[in-house]
């Protein structure tokens, strides 16, 4: 008998207890979480259960809704491929990576953050492009955009030497790898900024587009009468090693949809100032009027330069 306590002792995994009731669910749940030796991991779970218990008893969930929640993230893990990444378009869609980006940048809103949310459609592998070159590589109907950006350091001082990718949908509202009439890599580049912090480059104007619909993010959209448009932006990505890598996007002063982004991106530090131009003056002799320019400045703090995961290839 004592030989067989003792084996037990030796080999039984932790107890974390049996549930008795709806009330004790999270106790003996958070008890079997406990043991990560991981501390971060222990914090972030144990966070998480209780606030999606809380959710749950809140909401009154019921079995079927449960079902269709299942159901709703298996349907987002299989409508992501190379190409698309449902998974980033959903947290996207509720806010989720707008409120974990703020809450990292600018002091947790305590200041304007130039940062925003990466979105799908990064690509690591943009061209490098010499400044005052263009981004456009295939033919792209559309109002020209010349974009003249600074990078600098919270005091003011040009950042030289800042990798930067730029990637932005076309006037027709299609990124490159959703467009077939556009070139690879077309309306994508990267840059490295010059002594005074410039970079700069030809586009075109982008228009806003519809994020994809055909997927479950779509039909949450439908059920909750929401339109997919996001406003038209510029995305870009400035990464240097000593300064934390700025992901950001300038928004389209005209816009109809800034104040109706469907994934929340628009902050009013974000709008940029695209200044129409149609006085008669031509930056490049095949250049028809209107055209706009951009001009802009990105702060970067300092910190740890890390690369984001590619959303897709
Ligand atoms: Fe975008």
Known sequence: MRDQVDKRDTSAPPVHGIVEDADGVTDVVLAAMNGASNPRLREVMASFVRHLHAFAREAQLTEAEYDLAVDFLNRIGQATHESHNEGILFADAVGFSTLVCLLNNGRNGATETASA??????????????????????????????????????????????????????????????????????????????????????????????????????????????????????????HKPGYKTLITQVFVDDDAYLESDVVFGVTRHLIGDYRRRDDGSRPAPDVEAPWYTLDYTFVMEPGEAKRPVPPIK
């Open 117 to 238: 949310l990466l979105g799908p459609f990064w690509r690591d592998n943009s061209p490098p492009t010499a400044n005052g070159g263009s981004i456009v590589r295939s033919s792209t109907p559309g109002p020209a955009l010349f974009v003249t950006c600074r990078v600098t350091g919270p005091d003011g001082a040009p950042l030289a030497g800042v990798e930067v990718d730029v990637w932005q949908a076309s006037p027709a509202g299609m990124y490159e790898n959703q467009d077939p009439e556009q070139a690879g890599m077309n309306l994508r580049g990267r840059f490295v900024t010059d002594e005074e912090g410039r970079f700069w480059f030809r586009s075109v104007k982008p228009a806003g587009y519809p994020v994809p619909t055909d997927g479950p993010v779509g039909d949450l959209l439908r059920a909750q009468s929401r339109h997919p448009y996001r406003p038209a932006h510029l995305h870009v990505l400035g």
